[in-house]
């Protein structure tokens, strides 16, 4: 295989892939190799991934040795994942992208990631992040940023930049993220990928280093929306490590994709527009696009309505209260006596010194500030009027969100309100940042499922718009099926998918295609 | 200050924390097993260190057992009950926050009967009862205290850390008056009861099992408000229960009665001088930042369940201690000698064995309680109630004599096997074959045969000689009162 021929391989999506392997044309270990290639070549670059998989070439061998020997194998059998390194790995360092767990090799595999091992997919490495995912840039990893592929100037979004830009730069198919406020949604908006954030429940969280426990969820990031269901096939259902897993028999979400792509799925299809998401912070061009979007699904007969949604405009204020909250608990554990980073005051001290020592060494501003935060919240004389309120708050989200779901099918709204933004642009203003998440924060809340796809170019700046979808809690498959539909009536009018028109990489080989939308 | 001036002047009020670790065979929120007594750190899972990633999952058996001791206690149970964070830094506490339970407790609202060593009963208000996890044990190593301060450095062992607990909180217990040192212990000693009853702890003071931290407060007599309370640590035997909560209510009194103002703190006790001492200052706003436990979703146990452990509930100790009076025909000394020594079960379980309730309670508080006593363990941990009423009715059979029992008892204790296996191996079987005996008598005879002329001429105690001897003869393995018989036939001759 010649090296162009290699590097075609690596855009393909998943799902042409595992047929491929499947028809033995391609061997895993070729894949695999392809893909390595891509992350030598460009990722000097992107810097999406702080770890890479020295075991990948052997995992692939030996589900090609499998293949042949005629075993019943997976549908993503032999297929590289990236992994986001907020999720625990044996055999690989699991940091968060924090120096206070640098280095830290976890003795368990996060139970997603155990099922991508158990299906055989080959785990091509760690991808970066906001320091314990607390961001919407990954400019708080500690381990330095990730680049747009669209724009190397430009943030991937966050808090898993490293996952959308990995898929996006053709370094992995796909890839796992973790989606607190929308971690997994906002890049793939802001990188013209797919991202897909489960029903709270749907996904264990055992193994995932926890932000906030209630709001934390597991899932797939791709380029189509048909693998992002391949995967979260793979990842999701029960899982008794985790009480919060839903006990639920869920369908084949890759079913659910297939049917968007064949069938009339969009007509007589309840969209509801809400309100409260659109306006004023929303770029222009995104703005555009996503009406162009409505008018697209108008015209394939689905039915527009506008649904309210009164106190999303409460949803960050609130979430800025309950996911401090948790993550200054959850990240109490980080004091040096058990694991990673232990910093010992200059002439020793007390066990409280080298706890104090050692946290300020070895967190991050933005850690410290939410820690500060949620621990604020949770004091005595406070707990009312911080995390008591925006427990109420929750609770009337929730609210909207079932009196919405009665007038619609899916609920829409741009995935992010603006297209990527340039490093350090918002690094000072944290709550410029915080309001990136606008739009994806509500479904955390709710713990509904929410989609996020490509729906084009904003004109302003040549960068990727992204459409979200929700959808009410357990019907994540609804999702894929209208994520498909939409994603064909798109590519239909692109002519191909949107990550054609990405410039080429320094360190690549393969040219984009020229065009414009 | 004088305990008796210190009532004149002052009315204690108290309250208990106690601490009940449940012998599940796994931890509260894991797999790792809940065992005593391993080496360290090697009883652990990835949830006990609160290693990234790790979740917890409720022990299912854990809220059984913490359903039956809240019914127990008369508590109601919560339709719904949730688990909160109580978040501290501590290096035995590997999350840095306690999984507790904080507004939603599983019970609530009950009462315990106490009864009191002359027999009166006393009610004790129950707040409630929450499940948590135990924390680690922290060793500090140099120092002369033991404790933090003054230590070079200190070990952690995680063994402990996520054991079940469930956590008895009283509400202001008030009118013990001068009886609040001896209700402090029997409070402790009746939860003691009630957990061994049910079967869900092993209840031993001495391993941690059971803690207790006593609560005690002074206020004038007729003054509604209460005074400001201290709260002893760990006072981890009955009788320190006692100890401390006189020593509290005598110190407390001698700084009010001083003009003084007590400190709202925790206080150490210190066994050896029968003190307590300041511990840090505690204050009710205290702030442990509680917050709904996320990680965990709410315990909802079904009607159905309730009421099926309920429905299995033991007698309360209260009214199986009437009931066994009453049946067993003790006086009021005899019981109260039985309660406390301790010895109650066991002697009900001899008498479920087939005893006689004065043989069982003759052997367990005499000869049982005497080696237990010399060997300073527990009569319990010696020896099984259904080896004492097997020993019991083989005196009563007359196969052994109450010498040879005592022999029987020690090799039972010993390990050597059930009574009728030690008799057998030993052969200790009182000898009651007539021509044995009779050989031994006539051998008796022949070295003092004054003997027989002398009970022939009304003086029947000189056959004591004889008896004597035969039973020296024969190693003590004779019927001393069948010899008696054969020794008169003898002489009727």
Redesign the interface.
Same mark, same amino acid.
């Given at each position: 295989m010649t090296d162009s021929a290699r590097e075609e391989l690596t855009r393909l999506p998943a799902a042409d892939l595992a047929d491929l392997l499947r028809s033995k044309e391609v061997s895993s270990v070729e894949v695999t190799r392809a893909h390595l290639d891509r992350i030598a070549a460009v990722d000097g670059d992107v810097h999406a991934f702080l770890h890479v998989s020295d075991a990948a070439l052997a995992t692939a061998a030996k589900v090609d040795a499998a293949r042949i020997d005629g075993a019943d194998l997976s549908p993503l059998a032999g297929v590289p994942v990236a992994i986001k390194d907020v999720?625990?790995t044996t055999d690989m360092p699991?940091t968060?992208a924090s120096r206070i767990?640098e280095g830290?090799i976890?003795?368990?595999d996060?139970t997603v990631v155990r099922r991508l091992r158990d299906a055989d997919l080959v785990p091509l490495g760690k991808t970066n992040m906001d320091e314990f995912a607390m961001g919407s840039s990954t400019e708080h990893s500690a381990f330095g940023v990730t680049r747009n592929p669209w724009d190397l100037e430009r943030i991937p979004g966050g808090s898993g930049g490293g996952s959308a830009a990995a898929v996006a730069a053709f370094e992995a198919p796909v890839a796992l993220g973790s989606d607190t406020g929308g971690s997994i949604r906002q890049p793939a908006a802001v990188t013209g990928t797919v991202g897909f954030k489960p029903t709270y429940g749907g996904v264990s969280?055992?193994?995932?280093?926890?932000l906030? *426990? *209630?709001l934390d969820q597991v899932g797939p990031v791709a380029r189509t929306v048909l693998d992002a269901a391949l995967v979260h096939d793979v990842i999701g259902g029960h899982d008794?490590?985790? *009480?919060?897993s839903l006990p639920d028999a869920w369908p084949s979400f890759a079913d659910a994709a297939r049917a968007g792509r064949t069938g009339e799925t969009l007509r007589g299809l309840r969209v509801g527009v809400i309100r409260e998401l659109d306006g004023e912070g929303f770029q222009a061009g995104v703005r555009t696009r996503f009406s162009e979007a409505l008018d697209l699904l108008a015209r394939a007969g689905a039915e527009i309505v506008e649904v309210s949604a009164p106190h999303f405009e409460y949803a960050i204020a609130a979430y800025y209260l309950i996911l401090p909250? /948790?993550a200054?608990?959850n990240l109490?554990?980080?004091?040096s006596?058990?694991?990673g980073l232990r910093v010992t005051p200059p002439g020793g001290g007390t066990? /409280?010194d080298v706890?104090a020592a050692t946290r300020e060494a070895g967190f991050g501003d933005e850690v410290k500030r939410r820690i500060i935060l949620g621990?604020y919240a949770? *004091?005595?004389g406070y707990?009312d009027a911080y995390?008591g309120s925006a427990q109420k708050v929750r609770t009337l989200i929730q609210r909207d969100f079932t009196a919405a779901f009665e007038a619609a099918d899916v609920l829409v709204s741009p995935a992010a309100p603006t297209t990527a933004f340039r490093f350090g642009e918002k690094l000072d203003d944290p709550l410029a940042m915080y309001l990136n998440d606008v739009t994806t924060i509500p479904a955390n809340l709710a713990g509904v499922p929410g989609l996020a796809l490509p729906i084009g170019l904003a004109p302003e700046d040549g960068l990727p718009v992204g459409l979200q979808l929700m959808a009410p809690a357990r019907a994540d498959a609804r999702l894929y099926t209208v994520g498909a539909a939409i994603e064909q009536l798109l590519e239909d009018v692109w002519g191909g998918p949107l990550l054609a028109k990405a410039p080429a990489l320094p360190g690549g080989m393969l040219a984009a295609e020229e065009g414009a939308l | 200050m004088d305990f008796d001036r210190a009532l004149e002047l002052f009315e204690p009020v108290l309250g208990f924390e106690v601490h009940v670790e449940l012998s599940t065979r796994t931890k509260m929120f894991l797999e790792a097993p809940n065992v005593f007594g391993a080496e360290p750190n090697t009883a652990i899972a990835?949830v006990d260190?609160?290693?990234?990633?790790?979740?917890?999952?409720?022990n299912e058996q854990a809220v059984r057992y913490s359903i039956s001791l809240g019914l127990a206690l008369g508590c109601s149970i919560a339709e719904s009950s949730r688990f909160a964070?109580k978040?501290y830094?501590y290096?035995d506490l590997?999350?840095?926050?306690q999984i507790s339970q904080y507004d939603e407790p599983i019970a609530f609202d009950g009462e315990v009967e106490v009864e009191l060593e002359d027999g009166r009963l006393f009610t004790v208000p129950i707040e409630r009862a929450h499940m948590e996890e135990d924390a680690g044990k922290l060793t500090h190593v140099g120092g002369a205290t033991g404790r933090i301060h003054g230590a070079e450095f200190?070990l952690?062992d995680y063994n402990r850390a996520g054991v079940p607990l469930v956590e008895i909180v009283t509400r202001p217990i008030v009118g013990a008056g001068r009886d609040a040192p001896e209700l402090a212990r029997a409070y402790v000693a009746t939860i003691r009861d009630i957990v061994r009853a049910l079967g869900v702890s092993e209840a031993r003071m001495e391993r941690g099992n059971l803690r207790c931290d006593a609560n005690v407060s002074l206020r004038p007599h007729g003054q509604r408000e209460l005074g400001t309370r201290t709260e002893t640590k760990n006072v981890n035997s009955f009788r320190s229960v006692e100890r401390a909560v006189r020593y509290e209510i005598q110190r407390q009194a001698a700084i009010l009665a001083d003009g003084g103002t007590i400190v709202q703190e925790t206080r150490h006790w210190h066994e050896d001088t029968g003190t307590t001492s300041p511990g840090r200052p505690k204050s009710d706003?205290d702030?442990y930042?509680?917050?709904p436990e996320?990680?965990?979703?709410p315990v909802v146990p079904s009607r159905a369940l309730v009421e099926e452990l309920r429905a299995a509930l033991p007698e309360a100790p209260a009214a199986m201690r009437r009931r066994l009076k009453a049946e067993w025909g003790f006086t009021d000394a005899e019981f109260r000698d039985v309660v406390n020594a301790g010895l109650l079960s066991e002697i009900a379980e001899t008498v479920r064995e087939g005893a006689a309730p004065f043989q069982a309670r003759k052997w367990w508080t005499g000869e049982i309680a005497r080696i237990a006593n010399a060997r300073e363990v527990e009569p319990g941990s010696l020896v099984a109630p259904q080896h004492v009423s097997e020993l019991i009715a083989l005196v009563e059979s007359g196969e052994l004599t109450d010498r040879l029992a005592r022999q029987v008892l020690e090799a039972v204790i010993d390990g050597e096997g059930a009574p009728h296996e030690v008799v057998e191996s030993r052969g200790l079987a009182v000898v009651s074959d007539d021509g044995a005996l009779l050989a031994a008598i006539d051998e008796a005879l022949a070295a003092q045969p004054d003997v027989l002329d002398k009970i022939r001429d009304g003086k029947v105690q000189a056959a004591g000689a004889i008896i004597g001897a035969v039973m020296k003869a024969m190693g003590g393995s004779a019927d001393a009162a069948r010899v008696r018989e054969l020794v008169l036939e003898r002489a009727r001759g």
């Open positions: 999720l625990c699991s968060a767990l830290w976890p003795p368990y996060a969280r055992f193994g995932v280093i926890a906030a *426990s *209630s008794p490590h985790d *009480s919060t909250a /948790e200054s608990s109490a554990k980080y004091d006596v058990r694991f066990v /409280e706890m621990t949770l *004091s005595a707990y995390y | 990835p260190v609160g290693l990234p990633g790790s979740l917890p999952v409720v964070r978040n830094f290096p590997a999350k840095n926050y200190s952690v706003a702030d930042r509680y917050f996320p990680d965990l979703v």
